[in-house]
Nanobody
Framework: QVQLVESGGGLVQPGGSLRLSCAAS????????MNWYRQAPGKQRELVATITNGGSTNSADSVKGRFTISRDNAKNTVYLQMNTLKPEDTAVYYCHSVSTMGFGSWGQGTQVTVSS
């Protein structure tokens, strides 16, 4: 089992930046990929960015060029650097892991609000 704890959310003005962190513990050796999802009020949860065990990354078209996913293996932590934030980025952001066996784990979520 993998436990995930997000941090770093908050209130930011349009055009600002935030960095989200996701600390993993437990059976981290089984992790194959880490994802960031988000869910805005009244909308479905959507995949924002992915980083694989091999270091490959991918991100949604809506955040390309603004958001960057990265990781620090020594700290068992994945980050989501969010720049040039827009009001439409307002959502609860969730960290998600996928094991080599296909099992998924979710964090509790962290609120990001972009507003002036």
């Amino acid at each position: 089992q993998v436990q995930l704890v997000e941090s770093g959310g908050g209130l930011v003005q349009p055009g600002g930046s935030l960095r989200l962190s996701c600390a993993a513990s437990g059976s981290i050796f089984s992790i194959d990929a880490m994802n960031w999802y988000r869910q805005a009020p009244g909308k479905q949860r959507e995949l924002v960015a992915t980083i694989t065990n091999g270091g490959s990354t991918n991100s949604a078209d809506s955040v390309k060029g603004r958001f960057t996913i990265s990781r620090d293996n020594a700290k068992n932590t994945v980050y989501l650097q969010m720049n040039t934030l827009k009001p439409e980025d307002t959502a609860v952001y969730y960290c998600h892991s996928v094991s080599t066996m296909g099992f998924g784990s979710w964090g509790q979520g962290t609120q990001v609000t972009v507003s002036s």
